[in-house]
């Protein structure tokens, strides 16, 4: 069983079973109550005239004589009780009291799309499914060639050739977009058509390259400029 204290307001508490549960407060009065690595409750105080100089290594903050306190039972430290049970414990490096990291898995468990980048580190290809080293940037099973040391998923890889594909018929089509653009009969139509690329394939067309970009959005003002003008031919040879 648990043990069961009295805060200062009055209530009876029943501190948590577990010995990771650290950061706990009063259900009545919800002032926090420091534990120890043990579960067990650690009394608060208050230094009065001597928490002069006196820092919480937590905080950085000079304490003052009326706040509620707790010295770490190992090394003595003062804490504030709301820095105590904040980060689960004591705030000096090495003390037996203070909170406890959870080891990240081993480079052999780690699921595959998780970040790996230390020595022997691995990844699966997610063309054949093979494990490769984290860093490589071609599977040395199946051959394929990645743009990215970064773990992918069979539908990323597969998402990534289509653009790659995309992109590489764009470096002729945008110079024809663009070419098609300067004759003035053609701009409405042309307005349509750079302005339906530029907005949905406007991805495909920044990874071909700048010069690509650029031209899709001469395209695009060109004919914007052309359907201008024949709009306000038209409208002039209606009133005149």
């Known amino acids: 069983m648990s043990e ?7 209530a009876q508490v029943r501190l948590p079973a577990e010995k990771s549960s650290r950061s706990f407060r009063c259900p009545a009065c919800k002032l926090a109550i420091p534990l120890s690595i043990d579960a067990a409750a650690i009394p608060t105080i208050r230094l009065g005239a001597a928490a002069q100089g006196v820092h919480c290594p937590t905080c950085q903050c000079e304490v003052t004589g009326t706040e509620p306190l707790v010295i770490c ?11 105590w049970s904040e980060i689960g414990g004591c705030a000096t490096y090495g003390c037996r009291q203070a909170p406890s990291l959870p080891k990240a898995p081993a480079p052999s468990t780690a699921r595959a799309g998780s970040t790996a980048s230390g020595w022997g580190d691995v990844k ?27 773990p992918l998923s069979a539908t990323e890889l ?16 945008m110079p024809l977009l663009f070419a098609l653009s300067i004759p003035g009969c053609l701009a409405p139509f ?32 060109v004919s914007a400029v052309y359907t201008l003008l024949l709009l306000g031919f038209f409208a002039y040879s209606l009133v005149s």
């Not at 069961?4 to 009055?10: A, E, F, M």
């Not at 699966?124 to 970064?150: V, Y």
């Not at 307005?191 to 690509?212: D, E, F, H, T, W």
């Open 4 to 10: 069961i204290i009295v805060c200062d307001c009055g």
């Open 73 to 83: 039972p190992d090394c003595q430290q003062t804490h504030h009780v709301d820095c």
């Open 124 to 150: 699966r290809c997610p063309n054949c499914g093979e494990e490769i080293k984290a860093s490589a940037l071609r599977c040395r099973h199946c051959r394929t060639e990645f743009d990215t040391a970064d």
């Open 158 to 173: 597969k998402r990534r050739r289509q653009l790659q594909v995309a992109s590489k018929q764009f470096q002729w089509i």
């Open 190 to 221: 042309m307005l349509i058509a750079s302005g339906g690329l530029m907005g949905l394939q406007g991805k495909a067309i920044r990874q071909a390259g700048p010069v690509y970009v650029v031209l899709g959005y001469a395209a695009l003002a």
